[in-house]
């Protein structure tokens, strides 16, 4: 999938960390809260969902957490464009 998101979001808005220090390592990808950036990941994490790559999907900002698996691509793109909130894809 990291692959997919690098292929359609130009570089140099993006930044992508590896941690493989942890028993189950994870990957953190940040991008440029442009419309165009959020729009094309809501797109990626959509078809993922859809091709069953995706099986949960949690929204964090602030305190504030939810389950978030069946969020449309709308919905999706709207919690990308939140300043400092994260969205976890297992």
Known sequence: MLEDLRAVIPAE???VF??????E???????LQ???????????????RQL???????WRH??????????SQQQLFQMLKTPGAILQIT
């Open 62 to 71: 602030g305190w504030d957490t939810q389950e978030v698996s069946d969020a």
């Open 34 to 48: 442009s419309d165009e950036s959020c729009s094309l990941a809501a797109s990626a994490i959509a078809l993922w």
């Open 25 to 31: 390592s994870h990957t953190t990808f940040e991008c």
């Open 13 to 15: 808005v993006t930044h």
């Open 52 to 58: 069953g790559h995706i099986h949960h999907l949690t």
């Open 18 to 23: 590896i941690n493989a220090l942890d028993e």
